[in-house]
Nanobody, 124 residues
Framework: QVQLVESGGGLVQAGGSLRLSCAAS????????VGWFRQAPGKEREFVAT????????YYADSVKGRFTLSRDNAKNTVYLQMNSLKNEDTAVYYC?????????????????WGQGTQVTVSS
């Protein structure tokens, strides 16, 4: 069992940056692939990015490629989502999710554990 807590969300102007954190407790995090998803009001949850358990492999949704960067510090049991050049359409609740495997994909059902989410609001 692993518990996930997201932090780092907030209000930012378009073009600005935020760094989200996903902190894990309960188990050694280096055995888990981690994904980020987001859900905007009135929309379905969508995949954002995923990272393998050692950070050696990442994959991004086309909508964030080149602007968002995933990294992880397994010594701190934390995964980071650096978000640059934010746009209004990035406004959403961001969730991290984990699965005890080397690498997980873009579908939510592939992940067993979820955080409570952190709100990101991008203003014009």
């Amino acid at each position: 069992q692993v518990q996930l807590v997201e932090s780092g969300g907030g209000l930012v102007q378009a073009g600005g940056s935020l760094r989200l954190s996903c902190a894990a407790s309960g188990r050694t995090f280096d055995s888990y692939a981690v994904g980020w998803f987001r859900q905007a009001p009135g929309k379905e949850r969508e995949f954002v990015a995923t990272i393998s358990w050692n950070g050696g492999r990442t994959y991004y949704a086309d909508s964030v490629k080149g602007r968002f960067t995933l990294s992880r510090d397994n010594a701190k049991n934390t995964v980071y989502l650096q978000m640059n050049s934010l746009k209004n359409e990035d406004t959403a609740v961001y969730y991290c999710a984990a699965r005890r495997t080397w690498y997980a994909g873009t579908a939510g059902y592939e992940y067993n554990y979820w955080g409570q989410g952190t709100q990101v609001t991008v203003s014009s």
